[in-house]
Every structure is written in C-alpha cells, then in structure tokens.
C-alpha cells in the first residue's frame, strides 16, 4: 500500500511536468487572475482534512480506504493547474483536474496530457482495463503484448 | 466471466462472456469469423476475393456474404465521400479487390449480433483492438484503453463504454499501411483515429476513412451522427476530441 501511494505522488509530480512542458518564462504560482485557485497539495484524507502542506516530501502510507492526493498547483505560462488523484482500497480510480487553463491552446494540451495522465495511473492495474483499442494492435507482435496481458490477466484472476 | 481467445484474420480475437454462455455459441462465434477470414483474406490463394482478383470467379458468383459484403464496400464509398475504396490499382497497375479495411468490422458485428441473438447479454469481443460490447442492466461498463501511437505500450485514455462498437486505424507501428485512395500514396493524416458508435463496421470504416483524409479529418467526424472520435495528430502530441468522447475532466 505504501508503494502504491509513493507512486502515485510521484506520477502526480512527473504529470505536473507534463502539463508544465510548454512552460513560459512566468514562475509557478503566478495564478492568472482570480485569487482562490486550486488546494492544498498532498495528501487528502476524506475524513480529516489535509494536514499536509509540504511538496509531498514524506506522505503517510495509505490504509486501503478512501484518499484523496492533490498535486501542486502549477502555472503553464497560460494559467494555474492543478491535478487529483482518488484512491480506494489501494487502487486509483479517478484522475481529475482541480484547475486547468481556459484557453484554446491548453485545451488542446490537456485533451492530450490529462488521458496521458490516466494512463500513467491506470495502465499499472491493467486489470481495471478490459480491452484495448489501437492501430498497433493488428500486428503479431501484439499478441504477446498489451491485449495478450490484459486476456491473461483476467484468466487468472476471475 | 468466460474468456476465449483465438489468433484469426492474423490477429488475436478475444471473446469474453459475462455469465454463462453455451459452448456451442462460442464455438459459432469463432467458426463464423473463420469463415469469414476463407472466403476474404487476400493473404489465400484459394478465397473468393484472391479468386476474384485473379479472374478466376466471377463476383456474381460468389458467396451471397461476399456479394453483401461488397456492396457493404460500395455503400462505405459513398460515405466517406471516396476516401474509403476497397478498389485500389495492385502492383501492377490492375485494380483489385481489398475488401479488408470493411470486413473485418462487419465480421465482428455480425458476431456479436449472434451472442446477442443465442442470449449473451454482457460481452466483449475483441479483434485486434476492434471491438463490440455489450452490458446487461446492472452490469458495469466495459473500460476499454485506447492505445497511445506515440508509446504503444501505453494508454491515450480509458473509455467506459456498455454498448457499442471501438474502432481504432492508424499508421502506428506498422507503418503507413493506410492508401489515400486518390493519390495512391500512404496517407499522412492523424497518426491514429479512434471512433467509437452503435455499428463496428461503420465505426471502422470511418476510422479508417479519416486516417485517409487527412486534413479535415476532424469535421468530417463531427458530421456523423451517432459516432465520437479521438483523433491523434502526425505529430502525436495533440488530441481532438470529436463529439465528447473523452471522460469528463472535472466531474465523474
């Protein structure tokens, strides 16, 4: 359970530089605009409020109930977004953005980072997965990959 | 939950049931796909269409399911305002038949019609990443993964989906194996497209007939009704969501 949860902070971060890849000149937390974007990052335990602050340095193991992980609050160079993660019973099950620009450009961004997200998160627990659709998937060399794995993976566990 | 898999058509079928299911449908199931594949594959020396191209057989001759599926090719040519062709010049120059780019979809479709037809309620069958999905009421819906051309060992996204048909056609991996139909040249479109609709055989069809239009590619889809789309640019960076296909981002 703790492994799961150091993962999934560190996709969080790895995902905020994803999202962050077209950054400007402009620092983080210039929020454009409105003053109460985004929360606290870390850590969120749905019954008691989030208690960490810090940049995720040491997060509490998980215990197979319901968390909650907010990423920092990152700025693009086009507006502030941040990223959330919810586990239950030590698994991910949703990935939503607390705060994402607005514009066009990053819209387009995001249609592409926030699914990128979802796999980065997801594709770990490919049993959550029941098949997968690519252009890839027609070439032999498929047979022993992904949708081989998926196939296997619910023959022996259900 | 049941599952089957079998390597037809050059590419793994997977077939999965929820609840129970006879033997027999299965057995239906794979034996109408390999039917299928005897009477189609270009790759046979011996099936109807490789006797077709050859001169050998005349069209109205064939298999009533050859001559349907041909005029399937026909109606998809209408649809896709030429940009899907199952008439393209061979090596030589002579036109032949590939009925491949339809085939494959309707097959599938016409599969899971008979599980639904022999009392299959929930199911998922799957050939190489082109789909048809069924859920009872009271069933989740089947999470399916559309695959990221730029890493396919990756996930773009997870889409849930109760019933319906995925398609996928791209220029991943394989190369460019999609021909423009009106230059003859591959097509340098979207790297992948995803559609995502009530019918297999359309939904691939305008997968692939996007892919081969390239440029506009996008507006094209948002023309057909009943019918969602992702679409990969060549770059693979950059994602169109058609119709509200992607999961919404701020709620669940």
Redesign the interface.
């Known amino acids: 359970m703790r492994r799961i949860t150091l993962a999934l902070v560190a996709t969080v971060a790895g995902v905020v530089l994803l999202l962050s890849y077209k950054t400007s000149l402009s620092g983080p937390g210039t929020n454009a605009g409105s003053g109460q974007v985004g929360a606290p990052p870390g850590i969120v335990r749905q019954a008691t409020p989030a208690p960490s602050t810090s940049d995720s340095a040491a997060p509490r193991p998980a215990t197979g109930g319901d968390v909650t992980v907010n990423g920092s609050l990152q700025d693009n160079g086009f507006g502030p977004i941040q990223v959330q993660i919810q586990v239950s019973g030590g698994k991910i099950v949703d990935v939503v953005a607390l705060a994402q620009p607005a514009d066009g450009h990053s819209r387009r961004i995001n249609s592409y980072a926030l699914p990128r997200l979802r796999q980065e998160v997801l594709d770990a627990q490919s049993a959550h997965i029941d098949a997968v659709s690519g252009a890839t998937a027609t070439s032999e060399a498929y047979v022993k990959s992904l949708q081989a794995a998926i196939d296997a993976a619910h023959l022996g566990g259900h | 939950?049941g599952?089957w898999?079998e390597?037809i058509m050059?590419?793994?079928v997977?077939l999965?049931v929820r609840g129970p299911v006879a033997p027999s449908t299965v057995d239906e199931v794979f034996a109408g796909l390999r039917l299928v594949d005897r009477l189609f594959s270009t790759y046979r020396p011996d099936s109807q269409i490789s006797r077709v191209n050859a001169g050998t057989l005349r069209l109205g001759d064939c298999d009533p399911l050859v001559r349907h599926a041909m005029g399937l090719c026909e109606e998809a040519r209408e649809r896709t305002g030429g940009y899907f062709d199952a008439l393209l010049p061979g090596p030589d120059g002579r036109p032949r038949w590939d009925p491949s780019g339809l085939v494959k979809g309707w097959a599938v479709e016409r599969a899971g019609a008979l599980l639904a037809d022999r009392g299959a309620t929930g199911f998922?069958l799957?050939a190489?990443?082109?789909?048809v999905?069924r859920s009872a009421p009271g069933q989740p819906p089947?999470?399916?993964?559309?695959?990221?051309?730029a890493a396919?060992?990756?996930?773009?996204?997870?889409l849930a989906v109760r019933d319906g048909a995925?398609?996928?056609?791209?220029?991943?991996?394989?190369g460019a194996h999609i021909l423009d139909p009106f230059t003859g040249r591959p097509a340098t479109g979207p790297?992948?497209v995803?559609v995502v609709g009530p019918s297999l055989t359309w939904a691939d069809v305008y997968a692939t007939a996007a892919v081969a239009r390239g440029t506009g590619a996008d507006r094209w889809l948002a023309g057909l009704p009943g019918y969602r789309a992702l679409v990969?640019d060549r770059t693979g960076?950059?994602?169109?969501?058609v119709g509200g296909l992607?999961?919404t981002?701020?709620?669940?």
């Open positions: 939950m599952t898999v390597h050059g590419m793994p997977s999965r998922c799957n190489g990443g082109d789909m999905l089947w999470r399916v993964g559309v695959e990221d051309p396919p060992d990756g996930l773009l996204t997870v995925v398609a996928t056609s791209g220029t991943a991996r394989r790297v992948s995803t990969v960076t950059r994602a169109t969501d992607l999961p981002q701020n709620s669940r």
